[in-house]
């Protein structure tokens, strides 16, 4: 499959100026904001960055003595600078064809973090992961959907540092919640691993869906909660869980973000080329002494903490309206 994709990536990469003028007569017959080029640069772009992560994969396992200290910490760390390269490389073409930019607001902050993420529009986590490598020059330990593995760059290069993909159902939830806890107590004092407790991309329907969901189940309180948080899914509470339990050490921050709320599919991408606008980024931490120990208040903590979440993005997307 990959000596598949990398040559796959090296022919669009050899005929991306012949693919460009391709999709310039094409928007040329199209005349509504340069659509074809820009998504379809998208395409080009994302292409020629796999050739290249591919490219420099094959030459870090080769240095590791043809994958015999891959695993070690040295080596793991060069695979996490080379996912930076590649989110580098994805944020300036998301930038550069989609027209959006990109502001963060925080304080750095030291130490081992466990982080909660919303999750909705095209590439917001590769945005925040980005800012955390390269701006921050933090490890990356990634928790993320099992879907991500279908890109080549993910089952070669991420999955050779600290990770676990899961599908949003998972048959063993007790296995991957022991990893979850397991990838939290071993993280390295400049580690930060990212959950999104939503457990899926925010859209309309998910929403509802969840809130239909909890009714159905009798959790009538928590479908109340629920709809009275309309811009993030109700969050799923045992993975955070396991990671709180393994460690006291680590500082809890929940990342908030605003701009991309509306591009919950394709179709509204299309329709919606050129972005021309800015995504803004907010994080805070939270006090340990504040994070309750018992994983039922857990639970009930972290929703509360979402409903912040919800609130910001509420308050942001009014001040963003206003201009």
């Known amino acids: 499959m990959t000596p598949l ?130 701006r921050y020059d933090r490890q990356m330990v990634m928790v993320g959907a099992s879907k991500l593995l279908l890109d080549p760059f993910f089952d070669r290069v991420v999955r050779r540092s600290p990770s676990l993909f899961i599908s949003q159902n998972p048959v063993d939830g007790s296995a991957c919640l022991t990893e979850i806890s397991e990838l939290c107590r071993t993280m390295d004092g400049d580690s930060v691993m990212i959950i999104c407790p939503e457990g899926g991309n925010w859209t309309p329907r998910r929403w509802q869906a969840a809130i239909d969901r909890m009714e159905s189940r009798g959790q009538h309180e928590k479908a109340e909660r629920a709809a009275a948080m309309p811009h993030v899914l109700p969050p799923r509470s045992a993975g955070a869980v396991a990671a709180l339990r393994a460690r006291d050490d680590v500082t809890v921050v929940f990342i908030a973000h605003a701009g991309l709320d509306d591009l919950f599919s394709l179709g509204e991408l299309w329709r919606k080329i050129p972005l021309r606008r800015r995504v803004e980024v907010e994080y805070w931490a939270v006090p340990r002494s504040e994070i309750p120990e018992d994983p039922e208040q857990l639970s009930d903590w972290l929703f509360g903490e979402w409903a912040k979440v919800d609130v910001w993005i509420d308050e942001r997307q009014a001040l963003m309206a206003g201009g």
């Open 5 to 134: 994709a990398w040559a796959g990536a090296l022919i669009v990469t050899v005929l991306s100026p012949l693919l460009h003028l391709m999709l310039l007569i094409l928007d040329l017959v199209d005349r509504k904001s340069w659509r074809f080029s820009r998504l379809g640069g998208i395409g080009i772009a994302f292409c020629v960055t796999e050739f290249i992560g591919l490219t420099l994969a094959f030459v870090i396992w080769v240095s590791s003595g043809f994958g015999w200290k891959i695993r070690t910490r040295r080596f793991q760390r060069f695979h996490n600078r080379l996912f930076g390269l590649w989110l580098e490389l994805v944020t300036r073409a998301l930038r550069v064809y989609l027209g959006f930019g990109f502001s963060v607001r925080g304080e750095r902050i030291d130490g081992p973090v466990l982080a909660f993420a919303r999750h909705v529009g095209p590439g917001d986590v590769f945005l925040l992961a980005h800012t955390l490598i390269q």
